[in-house]
């Protein structure tokens, strides 16, 4: 079966343009969840998403938003990058919400670049 | 709030040394915890996980106690191995509430042979 996919792998963009990354999870999973990982540190908590409904949301700007779509695929939206949004960008999937119970998969990550 | 401290890397290892990373964490409640093992260029990948007090989780001869009398959960394997050169995440996620990680700053293993 296919793991968690992402696209694209790499993406270079300048300051204040927008991007879009994208995330497929794995067969079956419903919750999608998105980190922004920086260089030299552990993954922090973007948004997640479980049944097309957003479910939660770390500390991050307006600047960032997502959505899930009716086949649990999901978007990630950036808006006027900054150049401090250069990051790997991580998209998790898991089956359900539950604590302890369940795992999350990591995808490969989108490799961002803002110049 | 919650938070995840690693030890600083790099651990730089001989192959067939014994390895242990240490993770320390703060958290109200009983949270699960987790290791995450990062190869280069690749995603996260789940290593072991231990959701009560004195389980241990252990995958490919890695393996981790939760210990709540030190609020640790600390890395340890045998014998390892130029494979096991990657970066290497310890995580708590709170019970109750939503689905949401806490992960360390990530310690980074090099395995020379």
């Known amino acids: 079966d296919a793991g968690v996919t992402q696209s694209p792998t790499h993406l270079i963009k300048t300051r204040g343009q927008h991007v879009t990354l994208r995330c497929s999870p794995i067969?079956?999973?419903?919750?999608v969840s998105w980190y922004q990982q920086v260089l030299g540190q552990g993954p922090q908590f973007i948004f997640q998403y479980y049944e097309k409904e957003e479910r939660g949301r770390g500390n991050f700007p307006d600047r960032f938003s997502a959505r899930q779509f009716p086949n649990y695929s999901s978007e990630l939206n950036v808006n006027a990058l900054l150049l401090g949004d250069s990051a790997l960008y991580l998209c998790?999937?898991?089956?359900?919400?539950?604590?302890?119970?369940?795992?999350?998969?990591f995808g490969p990550g989108t490799r961002l670049t803002v110049l | 709030g919650d938070s995840v401290t690693q030890m600083e890397g790099p651990v730089t290892l001989s192959e067939e040394a014994f390895l242990t990373i240490n993770c320390t964490y703060t958290a109200t409640g009983y949270p699960s915890l987790f290791w995450y093992v990062q190869y280069p260029g690749e995603g996260l990948q789940l290593l072991l996980k231990a959701t009560k007090a004195d389980d241990k989780g252990s995958n490919k001869g890695f393996e981790a106690t939760y210990r709540k009398e030190t609020t640790s959960f600390h890395l340890e394997k045998g014998s390892v191995q130029v494979s096991d050169s990657a970066v290497y995440f310890c995580?708590?996620?709170?019970?109750?509430?939503?689905?949401?990680?806490?992960f360390g700053r990530g310690t980074s293993l090099i395995v020379h042979p």
């Open positions: 998790a999937s898991s089956l359900v919400l539950a604590v302890g119970t369940d795992t999350q998969y």
């Open positions: 067969s079956g999973h419903k919750s």
């Open positions: 995580a708590l996620i709170k019970s109750g509430g939503s689905y949401i990680p806490t």
